[in-house]
């Protein structure tokens, strides 16, 4: 795949996102951020950012979803910058690291920001203060990659340490942490349907389910440390790029197979790749600071002339290198195209006009995935009037023998013209044999297929069991399934009658339509077919997979119509995938809004204020975690407030000392209290910790809440 456009920026490229509107925002090592337009490549906007240079290869620089924010970790000072994209201008510096900031990354509503550092530590920042709202459980090793879930309801951090951990930051309530990888983690990517992929510096993909903390599955690894990952619109594919190899990798996230190890191949090491659904346009940056966009359709033009010139070898080797010409309405044009010259060689062989059927199909030889039809095709039709003689002269058991060896063969006018035949004969046959005296007569009636294997047990059932046939249709008629595959289950040759297939079209058509009804959230409905296709054998993993929903999702509108939060927080957990149903993310909008709120008043210290503004969630067990994290952070900015203090010379030593105590009853002894005695020493304020009782962030709600925590708990 050839690029439809390069740029080049002189350094490497540290991130690309699309912003929206048809524009990327591209910010390289030396912090220079660029926007361009997506349609004419003409850059619009920029400006350099005096700091030192960032890493390419980390994961230090991000851009928010709609380009309302940029972050970068600066090297050396254990900090974090957040500027506005459309202003140019420093918003945030923040700090709380004790190492250098080597992975940052925005939620998907820009309200938040995650930054991970050489400490181990992770934070959640709101965009609304600056402030750390959250800190998540430390690593024993630098943290190199954050992320958050596409609802905003999951962080996920990958460590140095080999270990990913997934956290549920909407609560606080749940944690995993596994050791999955045999190399540093590399990067962490969510994608929807509770799915999310790390990457490993040895080259190790790795799919989970991450809202049960389990693996999904072991992707094909790379050649070396994973650098970036995107995916397309419906994330039915994941394109890879690593570290010292100059091909971007092609999966299948459908059936997590390695479709191509050089979907693309470029001149330069790439970096970063970003996947614009609006455009069909991948773009990578490399670190000799080029810029290449692909459109992965743009060979669909070449594709359509191949098919009109009939260059049908040039045209599906076009479409081995690039499986997205899969998804057009062009190559449905060519496999058109090719079902018609597979049924006109057919025809010809009929006809006898052998050479002129093998020229029509002899380019398709040369097609790997039509070789071995076109050569079945040949072979079977080298018996074609042997066959056409036996049906014209009503050998049938010749003729069946034929087509069985020779399957082709079947889809001659002749093998229908024996199937009809055979249909309007057994059928006459199944209506003579409830009449009086008429047995020999049937016999007669199906002399012409005596001896045809495929109808024997036909034949042999309606003179020894001539109640079945009734049997099997009075079945079909009444819907009573069960007892109709249990016939066919005990009479397998049954599954080549009339009956059965009209069962099997009622089926299909009736699991169609629950698939429909559940997505306009008729439940009962889909309960009541569920149980109609409960009957139906081939039918049995989808309709319980169909039913389960359908139940869970009826019960959680009764738990919703209660209003009890807690009960609703609890159903959801036991049944992740309703995080993504409407009701509850509109509730968990409200969460989100209100917790915004009294993160504001978190960065003024004021713990009356957020308990009043979270008071009817505090009943929520699953919240009370969160909760308290946004207490705590009022608690810390109030203990800022008092170091503040003592660095203008105010003797705060008593109050501090009563603070940390507190603090240390209410919380535990964490990193960040441990941060503030540390600087506290440097401004020759000692405390005494000694006998001193330590809580735990889960008990906070038990003990009483002062408007200042130096004050009595």
Known sequence: MQPKKILNVKRAVSKIRYIGDGHICVVDETNTVRIYDINNYKLLDGFKIKLPKNNPKENSVDISNNGKYLAIGIRGKHKTTVWSLKEKKLIYTLGWHKGDVLSVSFDSEEKYLMTGGEDGRTYIWSMATGKMVTSLPPHADYVTSVAFSKNCLWGAMGSYDKFVTITNISSMDIS???????????????MNNQRLISGDKTGELVVWNYAKGKILKRLPSMVDMILDVAFNSDES?????SDTNKKVYLYSMENYELISDEFIKILE???????????????????????????LYEDEKKLAELIENNEFEKAYELVSQNPFLKMTKTY????????????????????GEVELAKQILAQFLKIPSKRSL???????FSEFEKFKK???NLKYPLAYSLATKYPYLKNTVYYKKMEDDWKKVFNKAKEMIFQKDKEDEVREVLKPFRGVTEKTPFIQTLFNEKQLYYLLSQKLQKKEFSDFFSLVN????????????????????LINRARELLKQGEYKKVINIAEILEQFPMFKEEVEDLKEKANILLEFHRVLATHDLNLIE?????????????????????????LQKSEIFAAKGDVKEILNELKNYMKIEDKRIKIGQVVKSAYLQQIISLLAKALKGQNVAEYFEKAVRNYIKLFGFDMEISDLIEKAKKLNIEIDLSDIEEGDLSKWHLYKHPERIWEDL
């Open 390 to 392: 036996a049906v014209l």
């Open 374 to 380: 076109v050569q079945s095709l040949f072979n079977d």
């Open 332 to 351: 449905d044009a060519l496999e058109e195209k090719w079902n018609k010259l597979l049924l006109l060689a057919q025809k010809k062989f009929e006809k």
């Open 269 to 295: 090491l790439p970096n970063v790749i970003e996947y614009v659904p609006e455009y069909d346009c991948l773009i990578i940056g490399t670190l000799d600071g080029s810029i290449y966009f692909y459109n």
């Open 237 to 241: 594919f994941m394109f890879a790029i």
């Open 176 to 190: 995993y942490r596994k050791k999955v990888h045999k190399g540093a983690v590399s990067i962490v990517r969510f």
């Open 490 to 509: 005990r009479f397998p040759f049954l599954s080549d009658s009339d009956e059965y297939e009209k069962a099997i079209k009622y089926g299909e058509n």
């Open 570 to 594: 609890k159903f959801v957990k036991e049944h992740p995938f309703l995080e993504d149903v409407e009701d509850y993310q509109e509730l968990e909008r409200e969460w989100r809004d209100k």
